[in-house]
């Protein structure tokens, strides 16, 4: 069922009253990757919502907003096939009113705290997280779910959107599911659509170094300065490097020494397409 009001929504919501509910959040344009959430979602839950929203106050000024793939059509059909109870599309007005008031001198933002953000993706893309757990706490708020999914791909969001369930006691159990890859191991992301043949060749550069790194830790070396330089062999004028981080998996703390409980994630600009990826150093 594709609903894009609110209303409706809640009014659906209130005949589940005694089934446990599942939330995928995504925005749209759906790949292997969204649809193991919803795989994961339909064996944890007895209803599973799928929201597709292109959320306009999770992007900066000079970001891909206006140009973000939008397939709704396609992505309902992914969502029948795989048994989603509802799809919840609202459009930007259904979410944020009427008229220009998404900025937060008219608008409540939740703004995690900056130890989180000031860090990776956060560095670069400013009020990035504080969009993202807006809108995700209005989609909670909205559908009001026992379980909410989330994939490692974006591990730092994951790590935010805990630290706000628990530090507003939202009654909802965040669960996070792996990475999906091609078979070259190039991670899933709506946005590998904007890569050509050979940018998408030159975007394996970051599993290489993630993989690269891990099998370095294994063989023993954990100094994290030792580790992060064994990527700088793996990039050619043709990457951008954003960041190479090796940090705490549940806290990102910084670590001197990398150990079981590290994460290794990496942005790296290939073809002008922005790339993001991690790994844990323990499986
Ligand atoms: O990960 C995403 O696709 C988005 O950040 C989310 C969680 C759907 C919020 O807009």
Same mark, same amino acid.
């Given at each position: 069922m594709l609903l894009h009001s609110i209303k409706e929504l809640r009014e659906q919501r209130k005949e589940w009253k005694n089934l446990k509910v599942g939330l995928v959040p995504t925005m749209g344009a759906l790949h292997e990757g969204h649809l193991s959430l919803i795989k994961k979602a339909k064996e944890t839950c007895d209803k599973v919502v799928v929201s597709v929203f292109v959320n306009p106050?999770?992007? /900066?000024?000079? +970001?891909d907003y206006d140009k973000y793939p939008r397939t709704l059509d396609k992505d309902l059909e992914l969502c029948n096939k795989e048994g989603v109870d509802i799809v919840f599309a609202p459009s930007p007005s259904e979410m944020y /009113? +009427? /008229?220009?008031?998404?900025s937060n001198d008219t608008l409540t933002y939740v703004c995690p705290p900056f130890f989180y953000v000031n860090k990776l993706c956060g560095k670069t893309r400013v009020g990035h997280f504080d969009g993202v757990c807006t809108v995700v706490l209005k989609l909670f708020n909205i559908v009001q779910p026992d379980f909410a999914f989330f994939g490692q791909k974006d591990a730092q969001q994951v790590v935010i959107v805990r630290k706000m369930v628990k530090d507003l006691n939202v009654p909802i159990e965040i669960i996070q599911c792996p990475i999906v890859r091609e078979e070259s191991g190039l991670a899933l992301s709506s946005r590998n659509k904007y890569l050509s043949e050979e940018g998408k060749k030159d975007a394996l550069v970051l599993s290489k170094i993630l993989n690269n790194i891990k099998s370095c830790y294994k063989k023993g070396v954990v100094d994290v300065a030792a580790l992060k330089e064994t990527a700088y062999s793996f990039l050619t004028d043709k990457h951008d490097l954003e960041y190479l981080e090796i940090l705490n998996k549940d806290n990102l703390e910084e670590q001197k020494n990398a150990d079981d409980n590290s994460i290794v994630l990496i942005a790296c600009r290939v073809d002008g397409v922005r790339l993001i990826d991690n790994t844990y150093l323990k499986d």
């Open positions: 106050i999770q992007f /900066g000024p000079s +970001e /009113g +009427e /008229g220009n008031r998404l």
